[in-house]
């Protein structure tokens, strides 16, 4: 690459960085890049962490030694996330989303690959300091909100499916029992997908009892695998304590009524705060 | 927001940018934004612009006049590409992805976010001058590619599910023929996923006859709407013309050979660079 102007250093920089979250760089790989020095390149670095923090976009980590590098770690500040799940309250409390049996339209919401990105965002602003190997989620409307976490957090994705598919090779299957109605079901994950002792992070859409979540848990038993943390757009505050089969979690909102009569929907912003 | 020096005004704009491809900003807008005359923010954005043309990242689109502004439009070089797509063919070579049936297993590629980005940089790139309205996919395999292309194009995600579900409302549903075991399939659209006439690019995983495709075509007839385009990752090169249910699409990468005896893979880049 042609020796560059800090000018044209900073936006190649910068773009350099937001691409690979997580990631630690050493410094010679710019200066050789750019063909600058390494003081230069620690001076524009610096610029660069203190637009990311004021800005609420994340941090630039620094590691010094020959091991050392930059590394950027996205994170959301509070006052972002809640603007963007108070916007997500509103849209959600639109009373022509109810759907009959008291279900929640969410598709447009969830099609729009801008807050799309911003829900994983948040996800990968909670659990970025965990020890993850790997996002899973079960098909079908969690896959888009994993695919986000797991580029935030630079991690791959693993896709659990309700039927075993001749392109997944073999595969371990389990019955689990849904929370909310006790109807059983099947979930099945390659063989192929996960390494022994990955500790993963659940993610999904929705969760009522938990009986979905509880079954990927008892999945990744059978890989011997562990859950390294839960988070779910939606939460139903609508669940008995007893009734629910799973605690740990983390939710960015939650839905306190829906009632098709006068067709009204509560939601509030899910434990994400509390945390 | 505090007034803020070249150096990081380079820093935000760059980053303000690559958040919103395809979106016109306002001069205006970054001119408030950073307490700077429009003369400044224009030499800003002619470095800017000049970085993204040369690291093959894409065009800075500047429209003069009131209504004018600056578009970011991303755009892969064909250098950058064929280092991807190639990449994919050597990986996909890997004689351990034969499955029983001549199957390629490939769960893992697209378990990767970051490939996944890039699939979706290059059908933003085939596709980014069209008028499309929505990128649409039928589950599973596909759905990460088209949440990465419509990321890229600013434009929203419509899924396709195999079965009605209760929380799609009101659906569409047709049976469609799969072109190379003319198995019968049903697909299903809720209603309210697609306005009426919407301009439409179809995106998959993975294309053989074309079945699935054509199907989706029928179900876009259903909604008024029309293909404006068709972008697969792969396709098979070992299908008969007269067997093709669909012709006129993208792929980057051709699968010529499956052989479970010798567990021989052939793969080829596709006809992206045709196009």
């Known amino acids: 690459m042609k020796k560059l102007k800090r000018s044209a250093r900073l936006v190649e920089l910068t773009q350099f960085l937001l691409a690979r979250p997580h990631s630690l760089i050493p410094l ?8 600058a020095a390494k003081s230069s390149i620690s001076e524009d670095l610096a610029i660069i962490k203190e637009v990311f923090e004021e800005e609420g976009m994340g ?5 010094a030694g020959a091991a050392g590098g930059v590394k950027y770690i996205p994170r959301v500040s ?27 339209y969410m598709s447009d919401l969830l099609g729009k690959p801008h807050l799309v990105n911003e829900i994983g965002d948040i996800f990968a602003t909670i659990f970025g300091g965990q020890n993850i190997d790997v996002v899973m989620t079960v098909e079908t409307k969690g896959i888009p909100i ?14 659990v499916r309700r039927d075993h598919q001749v392109t997944e090779g073999s595969a371990v299957s389990i019955n689990y029992v849904s929370g909310s109605n006790k109807s059983l079901h099947t979930m099945t994950l390659s063989r192929r997908a996960m390494k022994e002792k990955s500790r993963v992070l659940i993610v999904d859409d929705f969760m009522k009892a938990g009986g979905t979540v509880r079954g990927m848990i008892d999945l ?10 839960v988070g779910v757009l939606l939460d139903s505050g609508t669940v008995d304590s007893e009734e629910r089969l799973f605690e740990d979690y983390v939710s960015l909102v939650t839905l306190e009524t829906v009632d098709p009569k006068s067709r009204a929907i509560g939601v509030k912003p899910g434990n994400y705060f509390e945390k």
């Open 28 to 35: 010679t790989t710019f200066a050789e890049r750019y063909g």
């Open 59 to 63: 941090e630039l980590q620094t590691l």
């Open 78 to 104: 509070n006052e972002r996330a809640l603007g963007i799940i108070n916007d997500l309250c509103v849209k959600l409390e639109e009373p022509g989303r109810i759907l009959p049996g008291g279900y929640l």
């Open 146 to 159: 994993a695919y986000a976490t797991g580029a935030k957090l630079n991690l791959p994705v693993v896709l």
């Open 220 to 229: 990744l038993a059978e890989f011997d695998a562990e859950v390294a943390g």
